[in-house]
């Protein structure tokens, strides 16, 4: 009966993702705590590896459409994998299961939810002015070369930034998503929306997959768990992503940006 429940988190997790945008990790892993009981380290390794493969279908996607700019994606990824190597051979070190350990991923994730929450709104307050404005500039945008699109506002800063992000998803599953949608409008003012989105998601890619296999070699990944709520996820992102352009997303954005704030205020408490 259990097995269920698990396809019904997943598939519920996979519509929300499809439909509003909003990273798996930050939804999937406090379900996973809270909602099913599992420990916090074989919740964010199980769902590190549930984003790589969610995440996976949605690169492919991007790299067809020639939106994915590889050379932002390269940098990050080499920050990103270099931050989670750092970050795996600290839990190694310490150990994933000890509590002390727990107590950091249920804070550290706390302050990432709370932070995903506050991006989650500021896209819903700042949506129509967002989108007016960014439409002017996508146009002027996209006549830029290519080369000048992807040049960072500061170099070295992708790689520096891809780190942090690394060693934060390492530790939380949470970070890749909406968090790292607003580094990049930061780092690469000159790169279209579409193409700021195709890069988060591809360069989560390969930075999820090695921090789930590390933390698989720690023992901390349940693989049963895993294809459970794989086998929800994928047709429940499916229809998500079908009915996004006749749902009210601003609602179900606000909505979910109240309860991650609730969630973050619990863990970070707790």
């Known amino acids: 009966m ?7 988190g997943g598939a519920l997790v996979g519509f929300i993702v499809g439909l509003t945008g909003v990273g798996g990790g930050s939804l999937m892993t406090p379900l996973l705590i809270y909602g099913f009981g ?4 074989l919740a964010v390794g199980t769902d590190l590896l549930f984003a790589a493969a969610t995440k996976g279908a949605g690169a492919v996607s991007f790299a067809r459409h020639g939106l994915v700019p590889w050379r932002v994606v390269v940098q990050l990824t080499a920050g990103g994998v270099l931050g989670a190597a750092l970050m ?23 302050v990432m939810l709370l932070l995903t929450a506050a991006a989650t709104a500021y896209k819903v307050l700042r949506a129509g002015w967002w989108w007016r404005s960014h439409a002017d500039r996508s146009v002027v945008h996209a006549a830029l070369p290519d080369e000048q699109q992807q040049r960072p506002r500061w170099p070295g800063a992708p790689v520096v ?3 942090v992000i690394g060693a934060l998803v390492t530790l939380t599953s949470v970070g890749a998503g909406a968090i790292g949608v607003m580094v990049l409008m930061l780092l690469y003012p000159h790169l279209p929306l579409a193409r700021l989105v195709a890069a988060d998601v591809t360069y989560a890619v390969p930075l999820t997959l090695v921090a789930g296999l590390g933390h698989a ?18 047709p429940g992102i499916w229809l998500g992503s079908r009915l996004v352009q006749w749902a009210p997303v601003a609602l179900v954005r606000s909505l979910l940006s109240v309860l991650l704030s609730w969630v973050g205020v619990k863990l970070v408490l707790s």
Not at 38 to 41: D, G, T
Not at 91 to 100: E, K, N, R, S
């Open 38 to 41: 599992v420990q916090p380290h």
């Open 2 to 8: 259990i097995e269920w429940t698990y396809i019904v």
């Open 161 to 163: 930034m891809g780190a």
């Open 217 to 234: 070699t720690l023992g901390t990944v349940d693989w049963g768990l895993l294809g459970w709520l794989l086998a929800g996820s994928l």
């Open 88 to 110: 795996l051979a600290v839990l190694a070190h310490v150990g994933a299961t000890d509590p002390a350990v727990h107590r950091a991923m249920k804070t550290t994730l706390g």
